[in-house]
C-alpha cells in the first residue's frame, strides 16, 4: 500500500486530517498556498489519497488546477458541497461531511460523528478515529446526498438565522422555533434548485435538530453568515424563487 498523502491547505482544519494521517502511518505531503500542485505530482505521482482542504471559496480554483494523476484520488470535505460541485470536473471523490470544529489554539471539538462515502471512507475514518473524532462510514451515494443537504441546511438556517436574533443554536430552536424552520425551509428549497431533486423536509429538519442537540451552546452566526445570505439570495433571483423570510432577513 502507498503510504503518502496529499493534503492541500493546511489551515486549521486541513492539519487536523494531517495529524490523523501522521497517527496511522502514512507520510503527509502539504501544498500550500505558495506551492503548485503539479510541482507536488511530479514528486509524488500516485499518493493513497489527495485531500483538498481549502475553503469553500477556493475550492473550484482548486479543482480545477488538480493534476490528471491525483483525479481519481481526492477527498473533499468543504462546507455548502453538492455533487454538482465536483462532477463538471469529471471526478468520483471521497467526501466527508464535517461536523467536528477546530479553531485556532483550541483542539477539535466533535458536534456529531462525521459522514463518509467513497472509495477512501475507511482510509480518512481510520485516520480521525486516531485523533478520536468520530466518523460513520456511509454504504450509497444516496445517503451522502441526505448528509450533504442536512449539513447544507444546518449551516446556512443558523447563519442566516443568526443574523437576525444572534445566539446560539439551542436558543434558535427552543426560542425561535418558527423563524428557524422558514429559513430552514426556504433553504431547502435552495438545495433542491442547486442539485435537480425534491427532498423531504421533515427529515432534513429532523437531522439539523439533531446535530442542535450535539452542541446546543454552538454559536449561530459566523463570520461568513453575511456572505452566505447573499450568496443564497443571489441563487434565488437567478432561479427565479421567491425566499420571503431571506428576503427580510437580508434587509435588517
Not at 485531500?51 to 490528471?68: C, N, R
Not at 450509497?140 to 443568526?162: F, P, Q
Request: contains cysteine; aromatic residues 6%; proline residues 4%.
Amino acid at each position: 500500500m502507498n503510504k503518502s498523502v496529499v493534503v492541500v491547505g493546511l489551515g486549521e482544519m486541513g492539519s487536523v486530517f494531517a495529524r490523523g494521517f501522521l497517527r496511522t502511518g502514512y507520510s503527509v505531503h502539504p501544498v500550500t498556498r505558495d506551492m503548485q500542485m503539479q510541482q507536488v505530482a511530479d514528486a509524488i505521482a500516485l499518493p493513497e489519497l489527495v485531500l483538498i482542504a481549502v475553503g469553500e471559496a477556493d475550492l473550484h480554483t482548486q479543482l480545477a488546477l488538480v493534476p490528471e494523476a491525483w483525479k481519481d484520488r481526492l477527498v473533499l470535505l468543504q462546507n455548502e458541497l453538492l455533487p454538482g460541485d465536483w462532477q463538471r470536473y469529471n471526478i468520483d471523490p471521497t467526501v466527508i461531511s464535517v461536523w467536528f470544529e477546530k479553531k485556532k489554539g483550541q483542539d477539535s471539538k466533535v458536534i456529531i460523528p462525521s459522514p463518509i462515502y467513497g472509495k477512501y471512507a475507511q482510509t480518512v475514518a481510520d485516520a480521525l478515529a486516531a485523533i478520536d473524532i468520530s466518523t460513520k462510514v456511509l454504504s450509497s451515494a444516496a445517503a451522502l446526498m441526505h448528509e450533504l443537504v442536512v449539513k447544507n441546511v444546518y449551516i446556512l438556517t443558523t447563519n442566516i438565522a443568526g443574523l437576525a436574533v444572534a445566539g446560539n443554536v439551542g436558543q434558535l430552536w427552543d426560542e425561535h422555533n418558527q423563524l428557524a424552520r422558514d429559513v430552514a425551509d426556504e433553504v431547502i428549497k435552495l438545495q433542491e434548485v442547486l442539485s435537480s431533486q425534491t427532498f423531504d423536509n421533515p427529515s432534513l429538519i429532523e437531522g439539523m435538530v439533531h446535530a442542535f442537540n450535539g452542541d446546543r451552546e454552538h454559536m449561530c452566526m459566523g463570520r461568513s453568515a453575511p456572505i452566505r445570505l447573499k450568496r443564497a439570495l443571489a441563487i434565488a433571483q437567478i432561479n427565479d424563487i421567491k425566499l420571503t423570510t431571506l428576503e427580510k432577513i437580508g434587509q435588517l
